[in-house]
């Protein structure tokens, strides 16, 4: 296994467009995690999932956002309505249910918003 | 909710001297976990070194250690023998081991390694 693949590594977009992220876990892993890094900050937790059942979602993640992951396998996270403010670092984790230690993060997604 | 609070936002060390990367946390739970990670220019977040709360010794991996200070509530990252490919940002990270196991970061310390 070649670890958490993101895709893609950078989006530029215009403000309004949509766009959508993908990220692949490590096949095992059960628990897939979505969370936003901006300049100067560390990530932010936005949602997770387990297996296909979406657990819990932060505040930060408004309306325009949307995630998924259908089969309990790879998942998409969708933002709507771009914003210059949207515009960050995305990372996609991966994690096996009670294996602290596999907590394993992707290259992540860096988007720019113009 | 957990915070993490890393005070120091750029540290120099010089080639082969050690480093001390400072962390304090604060969370209510009694079992939790903590994470420091490498973050290069490059993006992504690479695992360094992880302390369950109820680790009785502190964790090393290689050139990491963590001084973990329970009553304290600190968890600073010591690395030895700095090498040039150190330099990077630096972020600490609790984890509560009960829950959803989402990540709380702080803001990071980058790292530069000098001559």
């Known amino acids: 296994d070649t670890g958490v693949s993101q895709d893609p590594r950078h989006k530029i977009t215009k403000r309004g467009q949509n766009v959508t992220f993908r990220c692949d876990p490590i096949s095992e892993h059960n628990r897939l995690y979505w969370y936003r890094q901006t300049l100067g900050q560390g990530p932010e937790f936005l949602t997770y999932?387990?297996?296909?059942?979406?657990?819990?979602k932060s505040r930060l993640l408004s309306d325009r956002f949307s995630a998924e992951r259908p089969k309990g396998s790879f998942s998409t996270l969708e933002i709507q309505r771009t914003e210059q403010g949207d515009s960050a670092m995305y990372l996609c984790a991966s994690s096996l249910l009670g294996a602290l230690l596999d907590y394993t993060f992707g290259s992540g997604t860096r988007l720019t918003v113009v | 909710a957990q915070k993490i609070t890393q005070t120091q936002p750029g540290m120099f060390v010089q080639e082969k001297e050690a480093v001390t990367l400072d962390c304090t946390y604060d969370t209510s739970d009694p079992s939790y976990g903590l994470f420091w990670y490498k973050q290069p220019s490059s993006g992504e977040m690479i695992f360094l070194i992880y302390q369950g709360s109820y680790d009785q010794q502190n964790a090393t991996e290689g050139r990491y250690s963590l001084n973990f200070q329970k009553a304290r509530k600190s968890a600073n990252l010591v690395i030895s023998a700095s090498q040039l490919g150190d330099s990077a940002m630096y972020f600490c990270a609790v984890i509560l081991t009960g829950g959803g196991n989402k990540l709380t970061f702080g803001t990071g310390t980058q790292l530069k390694v000098e001559l």
């Open positions: 999932f387990q297996n296909e059942a979406q657990l819990e």
